[in-house]
């Protein structure tokens, strides 16, 4: 079973304590926060991103992309709903994708497939 995300939730970068900054304009809301769709979420800026290395590579600056994750059947706005199962990439300023390392609904009023 999977959660829809929403903008109560969480999704990390690859580098901890690394965190995309969510924003929803969905109406659908679960417990007051609006789910996210990959509009919502490819762009989003991630903060706090702390890349190892010596020196270490610059930090993730937003997702580049949603490669898995969307529901099959919960739509707002027309849209896909993404889910807690949420794979994708983030990007830093010299265009290196990392992968997306967690994804927290949120919430567990709604599930979804």
Do not use: I, W
């Amino acid at each position: 079973m999977a959660y829809p995300l929403t903008t109560g939730g969480a999704v990390g970068c690859a580098h901890p304590p690394g965190a995309v900054k969510l924003a929803g304009t969905a109406k659908l809301k679960v417990k007051g926060n609006p789910v996210l769709r990959r509009g919502d979420l490819v762009d989003a800026m991630v903060q706090s991103c702390a890349p190892p290395g010596s020196p270490p590579p610059p930090p993730c600056t937003k997702v580049a992309a949603v490669t898995a994750g969307e529901a099959l059947k919960l739509r707002a706005g027309g849209a896909p709903v993404l889910l807690d199962t949420l794979a994708g990439t983030s990007v830093n300023a010299n265009a290196v994708t990392f992968p997306l390392s967690s994804a927290q609904a949120g919430q567990t009023r709604l599930s979804a497939v």
